[in-house]
């Protein structure tokens, strides 16, 4: 609980100031000025038409979403983009946290990742911040999948084994980046045969 609050706490003091930013660049073209967003009618045709050649009907829901609730408020796009920052950050630190039963080292990690000046584009930019959606389904179903695998056997294992592959399949209609994630599966499993070896 400490070092999830301590995630939460240095993450919104270091971005804390995006509060005072406004409307910029492509904001203009995917929130204020994006009739697709105003109605939640316009939902199925999310799921028969691609925007600018990409295929994310969840994505545009999570537009419709939060425009529901923000209207053309700034303040409700970036509390979207430091939610989804932090709790991404927080389940980096689950996922390190399981695969070295380390607490030092997923708390360091976690802190790493939440404060580096890399996601700054993603984390500021009101409409980068939508992307955080699929990056957080993403390390969702790859947690589950890590719960999964370290499970001898029962109920919780076959729960686990289904989640993930649910987050996986709502994570496609979010952002593309989620294809990697078999990648991934197989990456994770090799460092484990490497580690087991050298152990």
């Known amino acids: 609980l400490i070092a999830v609050l301590l995630i939460i706490f240095l993450s919104i003091i270091a971005y804390g100031n995006i509060f005072l930013n406004d409307f910029v660049w492509d904001d203009y073209t995917f929130i204020l ?8 009618s316009n939902a199925p045709k999310f799921f ?8 994310r009907p969840l994505r545009s829901i999570h537009y ?3 425009y529901s609730i923000f209207k053309k408020n700034p303040f409700g796009y ?12 927080v389940l980096i630190y689950l996922i390190i ?3 070295t039963n380390k607490n030092t080292i997923a708390l360091v990690s976690s802190l790493l990742f939440a404060l580096h000046p890399i996601h700054t584009d993603r984390v500021t930019n009101m409409t980068a911040g939508f992307d955080l959606l699929g990056i957080f389904l993403y390390l969702l ?22 989640l993930s ?3 996986f399949i709502i994570g496609l209609l979010a952002s593309e980046e989620i294809v990697t994630l078999p ?5 994770y499993f090799l460092v484990l045969y490497i580690v087991k070896g050298v152990g």
């Not at 028969?48 to 295929?55: E, F, I, M």
């Not at 509390?79 to 950050?89: E, P, V």
Request: glycine letters at 4%.
């Open 33 to 40: 000025e994006n009739p697709d967003i105003k109605s939640f």
């Open 48 to 55: 028969t038409h691609s925007v600018d050649g990409l295929y």
């Open 64 to 66: 419709t979403a939060v």
């Open 78 to 89: 970036h509390l979207n983009a430091l939610f989804f920052h932090i709790i991404i950050s």
């Open 97 to 99: 946290l399981k695969l």
């Open 141 to 162: 179903a790859f947690y589950f999948y890590i719960l999964f695998s370290s499970e001898e056997k029962g109920s919780a294992k076959r729960a686990y084994f289904f």
């Open 165 to 167: 592959i649910i987050v």
């Open 183 to 187: 990648l991934a599966i197989i990456l």
